[in-house]
Nanobody, 114 residues
Framework: VQLQASGGGLVQTGGSLRLSCAAS????????MGWYRQAPGKQRELVAS???????NYADSVKGRFAISRDNGAKRVYLEMNTLKPEDTAVYYC?????????WGQGTQVTVSS
């Protein structure tokens, strides 16, 4: 199983980024996909998730600013991040979960400058 995240980078406060995660080795349409993040010195936290039926869930801190989506044909999950804040700075990880089997990607760094 491989989850390859990309799209991170350095952006100013108020800017936008779009993260992408390419999945292989899983039956993508049957997996719940998610994005987690971990900031220095902090615990890893769930940012957003999307079920096979495209039900979404967001952390309170990103509601209204971030949007998760999936393309089953391309086996990709996306995280559109708008109105970024310095507190969004973290390594963002893509995850796949089905029937208790959970997989993690390598992470992509997002840095928001003030």
């Amino acid at each position: 199983v491989q989850l390859q995240a990309s799209g991170g980078g350095l952006v100013q406060t108020g800017g936008s980024l779009r993260l992408s995660c390419a999945a292989s080795g899983i039956i993508f349409p049957l997996n719940q996909m998610g994005w987690y993040r971990q900031a220095p010195g902090k615990q890893r936290e769930l940012v957003a998730s999307i079920t096979p039926k495209r039900t979404t869930n967001y952390a309170d801190s990103v509601k209204g600013r971030f949007a998760i989506s999936r393309d089953n044909g391309a086996k990709r999950v996306y995280l559109e991040m708008n109105t970024l804040k310095p507190e969004d700075t973290a390594v963002y990880y893509c995850t796949a979960n089905r029937r208790g089997n959970e997989y993690w990607g390598q992470g992509t760094q997002v840095t928001v400058s003030s």
